[in-house]
Nanobody, 119 residues
Framework: QVQLVESGGGLVQPGGSLRLSCAAS????????MAWYRQAPGKQRELVAA???????NYADSVKGRFTISRDNVKNTEYLQMNMLKPEDTAVYYC?????????????WGQGTQVTVSS
């Protein structure tokens, strides 16, 4: 059983910073792509940032220059450093990972963590 557990969300003022973490645990043989998505009330879930197993990254235009995705392959953890936060960044943030447990390669999601940017 593979699980993704997120942490680091919360309330922050505009212009502030937060760092999200997502740790994968369980029977893990290899982790491929990892990513962060977000979903604001009344909107569809959207890709925020993604990172491949070779550390290639891509970002939504709305977060370029402000957010940084990274991963630690020893700890099976991905991170999202969010700087210069804006009210429009308010959403539930979900981590995603493509994981091979040596039997099955599946797509896994975290439970979501709330990020609220407000004064």
């Amino acid at each position: 059983q593979v699980q993704l557990v997120e942490s680091g969300g919360g309330l922050v003022q505009p212009g502030g910073s937060l760092r999200l973490s997502c740790a994968a645990s369980g029977s893990i043989f290899r982790i491929y792509d990892m990513a962060w998505y977000r979903q604001a009330p009344g909107k569809q879930r959207e890709l925020v940032a993604a990172i491949t197993s070779s550390d290639s990254t891509n970002y939504a235009d709305s977060v370029k220059g402000r957010f940084t995705i990274s991963r630690d392959n020893v700890k099976n953890t991905e991170y999202l450093q969010m700087n210069m936060l804006k009210p429009e960044d308010t959403a539930v943030y979900y981590c995603y990972a493509s994981i091979d447990n040596s039997v099955y390669k599946g797509r896994y999601w975290g439970q979501g963590t709330q990020v609220t940017v407000s004064s």
